[in-house]
């Protein structure tokens, strides 16, 4: 079983940055693919940001349109953890930011994800 767990949301003003963080506990941390999801109020949950597993070099990340240049994803293999560093916050990233991990599948669908955490709160205020 893999357990998940982020932290760093928090308030900040718009233009502001923060560094979400999610540590992950069993599985093959070096198998797994991860990304971030978020949530805002009365909306669906959609894609943030991905990085392959380990073995997968075809690309290195992969990046909702609203968020390219913005936010980089990351992935520290020997601690087990993941993060993803917000800058130039906009108050439309307000939202529950989730941390996903799973072993297959495309890094841009929920679905592809069998392994969530229970979120982070970020709000960006104006």
């Known amino acids: 079983q893999v357990q998940l767990a982020e932290s760093g949301g928090r308030l900040v003003q718009t233009g502001g940055s923060l560094r979400l963080s999610c540590a992950v506990n069993?599985?093959?941390?070096?198998?797994?693919?991860m990304g971030w999801f978020r949530q805002a109020p009365g909306k669906e949950r959609e894609f943030v940001a991905a990085?392959?597993?380990?073995?997968?070099?075809?690309?290195?990340?992969y990046y909702r349109d609203s968020v390219k240049g913005r936010f980089t994803i990351s992935r520290d293999n020997a601690k087990n953890a993941g993060a993803l560093q917000m800058n130039s916050l906009k108050p439309e990233d307000t939202a529950v930011y989730y941390c996903?991990?799973?072993?297959?599948?495309?890094?841009?669908?929920?679905?592809?994800?069998?392994?969530w955490g229970q979120g982070t709160q970020v709000t960006v205020s104006s």
């Open positions: 996903a991990a799973g072993y297959s599948g495309s890094y841009v669908d929920s679905r592809s994800y069998e392994y």
């Open positions: 069993g599985g093959t941390f070096s198998r797994l693919h």
């Open positions: 990085i392959p597993w380990v073995g997968d070099r075809t690309n290195p990340s």
